[in-house]
């Protein structure tokens, strides 16, 4: 019989490993895509171990190239149940009068044509099929403008109207699409670099606890769906 597939666009180290390895540990193939296979290394082999006979594979593909990661989510064998679209900007300080007309252009192919590729790639089969869950990972700057980091909010707002519009229109065939807040540093190498000695893991959230509430709202009845969660860790205090 053949397994269903959880595709995760932007699957590196850290909440992509996660991920494949929660997916994979509840009998989904994983199909993961990111622009490198060194990119998704971490990520394949936490699927590998997670489900050692699982047909998990990956796919090169660069979402801010939207033809070609909708051609590459199409080379995908089986029944995509799950698609994650984990790809995101980087932080890239400036104030908003400093941004360019190649940053907008660059952070909204990332965010919102890449994510629309990936949803417009494998949606008419969940349609078909009359089930299965588009997640996508965004931030708490879909809610709030930056003046230091414009780009990145800018970006994010336009994935939360994707995602919102996305979950109106196809909630009545089946389709679950979520927006994930990540109101957190997430806990992964890059960031304990960053903070050094100062690092505290009760200030970050775990990737792999994150993983789970991804698995969660999959699983949520059609009666009770969640469109937009939030996550963060327990010691958040920025609205006190």
Not at 26 to 37: F, Q
Not at 56 to 65: G, L, V
Not at 181 to 208: H, Q, W
Request: net charge negative; glycine share 10%.
């Amino acid at each position: 019989m053949t397994q269903p597939v959880c595709a995760i666009v932007g699957a590196g180290d850290g909440l992509g490993q996660a991920l494949a390895a929660r997916f994979a540990a509840e009998g989904h193939d994983l199909a993961l895509l990111s622009r490198s296979p060194a990119g998704s290394a971490a990520a394949l082999a936490a699927a590998e171990k997670a489900a050692p006979g699982g047909k998990h594979r990956y796919i090169s593909a660069d979402a801010t190239k939207p033809e070609a990661l909708e051609a590459a989510l199409g080379q995908i064998d089986g029944e995509v149940d799950v698609l994650i679209y984990n790809a995101r900007g980087g932080y890239q300080l400036r104030d908003p009068l400093s941004m360019s007309y190649a940053d907008l252009d660059e952070i909204y192919q990332l965010e919102v044509v890449g994510a629309f590729a990936a949803a417009k790639a494998v949606m008419p089969a969940m349609i078909k099929r009359g089930r299965g869950s588009v997640i996508y990972s965004s931030a708490t700057a879909a809610l709030r403008g930056s003046g230091t980091n414009p780009l990145y909010a800018i970006g994010k707002f336009g994935l939360r109207g994707l995602s919102q519009s996305l979950a109106k229109a196809y909630a009545k065939d089946g389709i679950h699409v979520v927006h994930v807040r990540l109101d957190c540093a997430l806990d992964v190498p890059m960031i304990r670099d960053y903070m050094g000695d100062k690092f505290d893991p009760e200030l970050t959230s775990n990737c792999d606890d994150v993983a789970e509430s991804y698995w969660w709202v999959h699983r949520q009845p059609k009666s009770a769906w969640s469109n937009e969660i939030e996550i963060r860790p327990y010691t958040e205090t920025w609205t006190y």
